[in-house]
């Protein structure tokens, strides 16, 4: 087996975990893998909806960026995403806003996903919410 399928099937697998949580956490996935040729990719664009004291609804989407990094690499999965991925997935972000008019007045939010797994061990995920801004 080459070492580009295995990566993708890791990749996956941790993508489809970070959807289950999402879902778990009353968030609807709009999107998967959004991309944008020649400006970069989106993993998951997903919906939040609360309702607030003042009884107001308040809709946000939140584009998710999923790693998952083999604990001991060079880098954490956060630390992979560089500033020059932030702006990529920021890029992204604005053609998706401009592409489907019926999320404009909803809030933004740019979250990361983080999976570090060591082999033979189940990873521990962490969500970073509001992980970076879109300046």
Request: with cysteine; glycine share 6%; net charge neutral.
């Amino acid at each position: 087996m080459n070492t580009k399928a295995t990566t993708k099937s890791i990749g996956d697998f941790y993508e489809n975990r970070a959807i289950d949580w999402i879902k778990s956490e009353h968030l609807t996935v709009i999107a998967r893998n959004y991309n944008v040729p020649k400006v970069g990719e989106i993993d998951i664009i997903a919906q939040s909806v609360d309702t607030l004291a003042n009884g107001r609804i308040r809709k946000t989407l939140v584009f998710i960026e999923v790693r998952a990094r083999k604990r001991g690499q060079f880098a954490s999965g956060v630390e992979s995403i560089t500033t020059d991925k932030q702006r990529k997935i920021i890029q992204s972000a604005m053609h998706f806003l401009q592409e489907f008019d019926e999320f404009n007045g909803h809030d933004c939010r740019f979250d990361v996903i983080v999976f570090d797994y060591k082999d033979g061990e189940d990873a521990t995920g962490e969500w970073i919410k509001a992980a970076f801004l879109a300046c």
